[in-house]
């Protein structure tokens, strides 16, 4: 196995396409990594019986304001051509259609990748152009008080007026929740905070999200419930498409010499602009585990 990894090197600043009239700030699309690998197998005689290689460039689209990238569509790649002018054909795409953004650090954007047939010809880089289709929040939320927290637990609730906006919680301990969201509940999610009686905030972990049948999902929480506090469920308030054309030049696909330079991360937190409380209504009680 031969795996060789490159840092970064190309960056996008890139305009909006809305069907709507709107222009908000564009999206930066960034290369993040290379990945080149080969697989050579051998045969009982000692011959080569499997040779195959594979080479992944991971992007990144991040957002610029308050927009917030919530998830993308399958990149449409429209050029992959080397340094030696070598045009590369895409093998695969992937991306975050279920993974979940509950509580993620926004800053950081979405994450996905594309899998190229690595160049028959030495090349030192690739210029990749394409189409991403990005939904985003405008950082207007909705937040949904269910205080005190316990009264809601093995309920079935509604949040405001909207249609299938609903949710099921179950909790085992002090220490986990359960979430369980109708798949357009979650993609609106954007923040799960709880408020102990005693007013400390904390922001509970998402542990991870399950697929529990073709329209619903579950979220693991893990944090401090306590009776008496309040649990604070902010959601976009909705969700706007757009097509993010982007032009990666000159990613580099070898090692480059490294450079004293300053690698450290600088985080922000983005909220919301404009805040409003969902009515929150107890349908059902749910059956027992």
């Keep these: 196995m031969i795996l060789r990894s490159a840092a970064l090197v190309g960056l996008a600043t890139s305009g909006l396409l809305c069907a709507s009239d709107e222009q908000p700030p564009p999206f930066t699309v960034q290369a993040t990594n290379v990945s080149q690998t080969r697989y050579i197998s051998f045969g009982v005689a000692g011959q080569v019986a499997s040779n195959s290689q594979e080479l992944q460039i991971g992007l990144t689209v991040q957002p610029v304001g308050t927009m917030i990238p919530v998830s993308v569509e399958p990149p449409q790649v429209t050029e992959a051509v080397t340094d030696s002018g070598e045009r590369l054909a895409l093998v695969r795409r992937e991306h975050s259609e279920h993974q979940s953004t509950c509580n993620r650090d926004e800053a950081q954007g979405i994450q996905l990748s594309l899998q190229f047939t690595p160049p028959d010809a ?55 929740l359960s979430l369980f969201l109708t798949r357009d509940t ?95 209504q107890v349908l059902d009680d749910l059956p027992a585990p």
Excluded at 145 to 171: C, H, N
Excluded at 236 to 243: D, S
């Design 186 to 280: 979650d993609r609106l999610l954007r923040r799960v905070v709880f408020v102990g009686a005693d007013r400390i905030v904390n922001q509970p972990s998402d542990d991870g999200i399950e697929m529990v049948d073709e329209t619903s999902v579950r979220h693991a929480f893990s944090g401090t419930f306590a009776p008496g506090g309040t649990l604070l469920l902010e959601f976009h308030r909705e969700l706007k498409r757009a097509k993010v054309p982007f032009s990666l030049k000159d990613v580099a696909l070898i090692i480059p010499q490294p450079q004293n330079q300053d690698t450290s991360e600088r985080v922000e937190l983005v909220i919301g602009t404009t805040a409003s409380d969902l009515a929150v």
């Design 122 to 176: 030495p090349a030192r880089s690739v210029t990749i152009s394409g189409t991403i289709m990005v939904a985003y929040g405008t950082g207007e939320v909705d937040t949904a008080r269910l205080q005190p927290f316990e009264r809601y637990i093995g309920k079935r609730v509604r949040f405001g007026d909207r249609a299938g906006m609903t949710a099921a919680i179950r909790q085992q301990d002090h220490d986990s």
